[in-house]
């Protein structure tokens, strides 16, 4: 018999606070708890991209209360690697190796490697793909955000807008930044 899965994606920012890293993931964890006495006829799936941030800290929770997760990356792993420092790249790899699956999205039309090797629109183009290909398969999304709307693409604002649109049940868990 198939399993039924119950899914929770995740977006959020990357430069969360880190002296809250512990209440926010008290709160994660909390949430993922109550949604296993929910869906007890379930098993649970976090899907996430792992970027630095809000992803870790639903990851790290999801991994701590025995949830699997899959991994989908918006572009191949070594270019993904790129925007993380080298601490964060190591705990990605560490991830990378927990995870249930691992999938890298297919490139957004018209889009190459060589587009997406630099920080331009073509890049933010996968970043709006991967999160909105998580919103898709989601039941339900963790959205870990200051809660300021911007226009960028592919950013937390953007993916939450574009949940709310498709009647994604939403779980906010409000975050500082750094750079608020």
Sequence with gaps: ???????????GHRD????QEEENLTIIKGHFLKLLREHKDKELLLLTPLADG????????????GIAFDVILPMPKELYC??????????????????????TIPMYAGNTLELIAKHSTFRDFQYRQVGRTIVDRADEMIIMSDGIENDK???TSDIAKYAKIHGKILFEVKCDRLCA
């Design 153 to 155: 693409m592919g950013g």
């Design 82 to 103: 790129q925007d993380f420092s080298q601490k964060s790249q190591k705990e990605f790899i560490h991830y990378l190796k927990l995870a249930r699956n691992i999938e």
């Design 54 to 65: 809000a992803d870790r800290v639903v990851t790290r929770a999801a991994n701590e209360v």
């Design 16 to 19: 969360l606070l880190p002296s």
């Design 1 to 11: 018999m198939k399993k039924e899965y119950y899914t929770i994606g995740v977006t």
